[in-house]
């Protein structure tokens, strides 16, 4: 049986449903980190060339494990070969577009906050706005790097992590007005 909480105006409104608070915060702390994240990323400019350097050497590194591994269980690794070479050049292009990268993920990433504040004071709308970030977080990867140079894989786990989301906050729609 829902709590209901009664308004001075004779109204009866339903009180927040425990699920979306959870997720609520879930969202806001998640969304708040990346907020912080994207702001002194974009203001901090381009990393030194020694940590570009580190991150060439670690996908090396990554490459040389693969093909190690590939050789001693003879398997065919090729694909997740071909996935870090695209993780690769993706990386390679946010680098070279950090502060603009970082700005669109800030913007992004504020947009979600306001879908989700929306949505936590019972604004259906918020669910259209969340429904919008779902989609512009999954199409980021295209602004910097050519759709070829995207991994498959990193889109279809996108797609399938805001579709949960978007399922999860979907249960609580008709509490929403």
Not at 79 to 88: A, D, F, I, P, Q
Not at 98 to 126: D, E, H, P, Q, W
Not at 135 to 157: H, K
Request: glycine letters at 4%; aromatic letters at 16%; hydrophobic letters at 50%.
């Amino acid at each position: 049986m829902e709590e209901l909480n009664e308004v001075n105006e004779g109204q009866v409104i339903e009180k927040r449903p425990k699920f979306l608070l959870v997720i609520s915060i879930l969202s806001f702390v998640n969304l708040g980190l990346s907020v912080l994240t994207s702001f002194f990323g974009a203001i901090s400019g381009k990393p030194s060339p020694d940590e570009l350097e580190a991150a060439k050497l670690q996908f090396a590194n990554s490459q040389e494990q693969l093909e190690t591994l590939a050789q001693s269980e003879k398997v065919d690794m090729s694909y997740w070969s071909e996935v870090l070479t695209k993780m690769e050049i993706m990386s390679d292009n946010m680098y070279a577009n950090f502060s603009m990268y970082n700005t669109l993920i800030l913007l992004v990433s504020i947009f979600a906050l306001v879908a989700v504040y929306l949505m936590f004071t019972g604004k259906k709308l918020g669910f259209h706005f969340y429904i919008a970030y779902c989609f512009l977080y999954v199409v980021q990867s295209y602004f910097f790097t050519a759709p070829n140079d995207v991994p498959t894989f990193v889109i279809v786990l996108n797609i399938l992590y805001g579709g949960i989301w978007v399922y999860l906050y979907s249960r609580n729609l008709k509490w929403m007005k």
